[in-house]
Structure formats: structure tokens, C-alpha cells
């Protein structure tokens, strides 16, 4: 390729990337939006969590059109071709992990408490691990820190702990208090939802890594931390 056609194809891949980049930052605050409205029992600011799901989808469309544009017309080959198909599969990422946001604002709108002291705060705790995890790897992303994406990968298992612990507290809260079942149910979807969204920053850490390094760590064993 000339210099002008490099410099082209450059400036078309620093913009899908400065978007994706900006979505992910649209889903964390999505993300920590959702947890907020639920630790308040907000319900006003539940709905407009739900409205704001709006704009993720927008935006995975219209970086999946970019990236498709960018391959028809540039054809480009190793590092150039992993980065606009990274790119449309970790909006598609991101585009799920403010569905479950979205999904937590209807849960909050539909309980009739908060929840119990101790389940709420649990479930915070949940939520704010969840939307740290999500913004390490966006930031990693940004960055193209492989070594970061990789710390987010490799920590996957600490949500998933958490999670099961949530569960369990939820579970004997509604076996003490059967009148809580209703709630408890909600609060059990609220959980999963944000062990949903770990995953999904776990799914976003493999392409990050793939992407930058060529290496593909769902191939790889994890090492205990």
C-alpha cells in the first residue's frame, strides 16, 4: 500500500476503535447506573436505565456497519483484519452487558422493598466488582494493553465466588422469611445478571488480548491465582 492508502486505513481503524471505546465507557456507566437505582430502590431512575439501553444499540450497529464497510473496502489482512472483527464482536459485548443493565432497571421497578440490609449490600458489592471488571477492559482496550486484558481474564473466577455467596445469602433470606419470595426471586435475576456481565467482561479481555497478541486465551488453561 502507498503512504496515502496506509494512512487512510490507519485513521478508519482509530475511529472504530475511539467508538468502541466510547460504547464500553456508554456500558460501564450503564452498568453502575443499574446498581446504583437498586441500592436506592430508585424507580424513577430505574426507567431511565431502561431507556438508556437505547443508545448501546445504536451504537453496536453502527460500529458492526464500519467494520464491515472497513473489511469490504480495505481488505486487510493479520493485525488489520483482527481489529475491526475484534471490534464488532466486543460491541456485540458490550451491547449484551447494557441488556442486563436494562434487565436490572425492570427488576428494581417490579420489587415492592429494596431487600434486606445485608442482601443489598452483598449484591453491591456484586455489581461494583462487576462494573470494575468491565471498565479494566474497556480501558485495556483503549490502551491496547494486552497485559491488562489478560489481569481481567485471569481474575474471571472472583465474580463467579461472589456470586454463589449472593445466591446462598438470598436463598436463606427466603427460607427465614417466607413473605419474601416475591422479592428474593427479583433479587436472585439481579444477581445473575451482574455475574452475566462479568462474563461478558471476561468474553471482551479474550478479544482485547486476541487482538493485540494473536493469541486466543480461551485456548489456554487458567492458572490458579
Not at 442486563?100 to 466488582?129: H, S
Not at 491496547?144 to 472472583?158: H, I, N, R, S
Not at 445469602?169 to 456481565?197: C, Q, W, Y
Amino acid at each position: 500500500m502507498d503512504d496515502h492508502t496506509v494512512t487512510a486505513v490507519d485513521s478508519d481503524l482509530a475511529r472504530l476503535s475511539h467508538a468502541v471505546a466510547a460504547m464500553g465507557d456508554l456500558a460501564v456507566a450503564q452498568v453502575r447506573a443499574a446498581v446504583d437505582v437498586f441500592s436506592r430502590h430508585d424507580l424513577p431512575a430505574a426507567a431511565k436505565v431502561v431507556r438508556g439501553d437505547d443508545a448501546l444499540d445504536i451504537q453496536d450497529a453502527a460500529i458492526e456497519r464500519s467494520a464491515v464497510r472497513f473489511i469490504a473496502l480495505r481488505q486487510p489482512v493479520a493485525d488489520d483484519l483482527r481489529r475491526p472483527i475484534a471490534a464488532m464482536k466486543i460491541a456485540m459485548q458490550l451491547e449484551r452487558c447494557g441488556d442486563l443493565a436494562k434487565n436490572i432497571g425492570k427488576r428494581v421497578a417490579r420489587m415492592d422493598t429494596a431487600g434486606g440490609e445485608a442482601q443489598v449490600a452483598d449484591i453491591v458489592a456484586l455489581g461494583q466488582l462487576a462494573a470494575e471488571r468491565l471498565s479494566a477492559v474497556v480501558n485495556a482496550y483503549r490502551q491496547g494493553d494486552a497485559q491488562a486484558a489478560y489481569t481481567v481474564w485471569l481474575k474471571d473466577t472472583e465474580i463467579d465466588e461472589r456470586h454463589d455467596s449472593v445466591v446462598q445469602g438470598i436463598v436463606s433470606g427466603m427460607i427465614n422469611k417466607p413473605g419474601s419470595v416475591g422479592d428474593g426471586t427479583h433479587l436472585l435475576f439481579i444477581a445473575k445478571n451482574l455475574e452475566r456481565i462479568g462474563d461478558h467482561a471476561t468474553n471482551i479481555a479474550e478479544l482485547v488480548h486476541y487482538q493485540i497478541t494473536g493469541q486466543d486465551l480461551a485456548e489456554s488453561p487458567r492458572p490458579k491465582l
